[in-house]
């Protein structure tokens, strides 16, 4: 399907890129084996050259020789790094945006919002700086004192997908750079351009501040590239987000070295509505979770189980608000649904679609392809009835697609909710308070994120973000996230002439 007529020429696109990437500060890249591919059109907007097996090690041996000198950098004079890249972020906040929807394909207020919220965490990072708090415990012993101290843990690994191309960057290494740590990124090989923008952005905050830039470090190239990391012992923590299947791949491997991960993997979200829930506020929230950023969220909902009493009204209200919906060119104000990010994705939406229908499902709307420039894949969000919450229904399928099943029990419905492999964002709708608790109490959700009222997308950087089961227990983001950045030492300070044991054993 190609409309090549109503296209933005590739060049132009081309150098809109080119622009972009000026004035971010970074100069086109020579040629090479990696393809920055724009998904509004299919078309190849810059290549780039692949870091080989030699550029890794260096960029690892130069993130290890700046740890020496970070760590000991007291942490609020190295939030004045962060905070001058909050101050570069807004002044291109923009032109960040624009290249995450030439890029990425997000709509330009979700791009926008993306950079802001790389700002908010830059601020975030800023006050912890002051608050990377340890405890003090009484002693068993007279004359003793016994405390933790938190230290700076070493390199950090970031490997990050392309639906966040900078936030999920920029939660890790705000939080990792105040906490004393350098970080090694390797962004997903089909976002490399937001990456050479976000790494030179920070190198020259750290300049402007008088801080060493070699405390980041940028690697590109495909998931070859980001195992090299994965497997180098210097590397103290690998901070992993992506697909289930990365993250099994990536997990036994730092294991089997005794390093730690941070895995941020797939979810599979789903909502519960209850009869007294507000329908009209249910199907705002629904319909931006779901329909969002082309399903190209971690927190998509993908799943709503609605009472059988409100399921009928509920979903006659959520398809014409679907059929409502823009879908195209990202770059266009009123769009609000761009492309998927490539033919593989679309192939995915495809055969889970046709795997819904032979289950029993019914197809209620969307689903299709529809015209976009280029050979973008732009398609309408699908919603589709099922009898039964079946295998396709489990699995995270990349795209926008929301199964919708029914139930009478909430208990029940609480158990199909968690009858899934993955564990991320969850939401239920009601106004009933009994219920609301029943979701979030300990036999509730087994999400790691579960709201009331909400939809299962766009958490604020405030609270700590992940999710359990399979999507792999890592917490980043906002509340004590930090503690994974760090290593903990427990110290026993005695001040007395008397040397007590603990536990009262005496050794004489
Ligand atoms: P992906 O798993 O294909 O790739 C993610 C990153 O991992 C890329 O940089 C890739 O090169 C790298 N990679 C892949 N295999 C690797 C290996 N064996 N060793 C080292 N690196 C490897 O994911 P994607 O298609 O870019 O992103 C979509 C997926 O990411 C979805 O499943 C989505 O739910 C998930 N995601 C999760 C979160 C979260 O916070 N939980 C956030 C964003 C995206």
Not at 234 to 249: I, K, P
Not at 455 to 465: L, N
Request: glycine share 10%.
């Amino acid at each position: 399907m190609s409309h090549a007529l109503t296209a933005p020429a590739t060049r132009e696109l081309r150098e809109r890129a080119e622009n972009l990437l000026r004035r971010l500060g970074v100069e086109p890249p020579a040629p090479g084996e990696i393809s920055a591919r724009t998904p509004i059109t299919g078309s190849e907007l810059i290549s780039l050259p692949a870091s080989d097996k030699a550029e890794v090690e260096a960029a690892i041996a130069r993130a290890d020789t700046a740890f020496r000198g970070w760590r000991t950098v007291p942490a609020p004079q190295r939030a004045a790094v962060v905070r001058r890249l909050a101050a570069l972020l807004t002044e291109h906040q923009d032109e960040l945006g624009e290249l995450v929807t030439l890029e990425a394909g997000k709509i330009g207020p979700e791009a926008r919002g993306e950079v802001q919220e790389m700002i908010d965490v830059c601020e975030f990072a800023i006050g912890l700086s002051r608050q990377l708090y340890g405890r003090t415990m009484p002693s068993e012993r007279p004359g003793h004192r016994l405390m933790e101290t938190w230290h700076p843990l070493g390199v950090v690994g970031v490997i990050s997908a392309f639906n966040f191309p900078v936030a999920v960057w920029a939660w890790n290494t705000a939080v990792a750079l105040v906490c004393g740590d350098t970080v090694v990124w390797k962004p997903s090989e089909a976002t490399p351009l937001t990456a050479l923008a976000c790494h030179a952005l920070l190198r020259r905050a750290a300049a402007d501040v008088g801080a060493d830039p070699e405390v980041h470090q940028l690697i590109q190239g495909p998931a070859a590239v980001g195992e090299q990391l994965v497997d180098d012992p210097r590397v103290a923590l690998v901070s992993a987000t992506g697909s289930v299947r990365m993250g099994q791949q990536v997990a036994p491997r730092v294991a089997a070295r005794f390093g730690r991960c941070l895995l941020e993997l797939g979810g599979n979200n789903a909502a519960i509505v209850t009869p007294t829930a507000d329908l009209e506020l249910a199907t705002r929230g629904i319909v931006f979770a779901a329909a969002g950023t082309a399903g190209q969220r971690c927190t998509t909902l993908r799943r709503l189980i609605a009472h059988a009493d409100v399921a009928g009204p509920l979903l006659d209200r959520i398809s014409a608000a679907y059929r409502q919906l823009r879908v195209g060119n990202p770059l266009e104000d009123g769009v609000l649904v761009g492309p998927l990010i490539n033919e593989r994705a679309y192939d995915g939406m495809r055969a889970a679609l046709e795997r819904a229908l032979a289950d029993g499902g019914e197809l209620v709307c969307g689903g299709e392809r529809v015209e976009g420039p280029g050979d973008g894949f732009y398609v309408r969000p699908a919603i589709v009835r099922m009898p039964a919450q079946t295998a396709v229904v489990r699995e995270e399928t990349f795209a926008p697609i929301l199964y919708v099943m029914t139930y009478q029990d909430l208990d029940a419905a609480i158990e199909m909710h968690n009858a899934v492999p993955q564990g991320l964002s969850s939401s239920i709708f009601t106004q009933n308070q009994r219920e609301a608790e029943r979701f979030l109490a300990a036999d509730g959700s087994d999400c790691g994120i579960a709201n009331v009222n909400i939809g299962t997308s766009g958490a604020e950087i405030g609270g700590a973000f992940g999710g359990e089961k399979q999507t792999g227990g890592g917490r980043e983001s906002g509340s004590d996230s930090w503690k994974a950045y760090m290593r903990r030492a427990t110290n026993t300070v005695n001040y007395s002439t008397e040397l007590p044991l603990a536990q009262g054993i005496r050794f004489e």
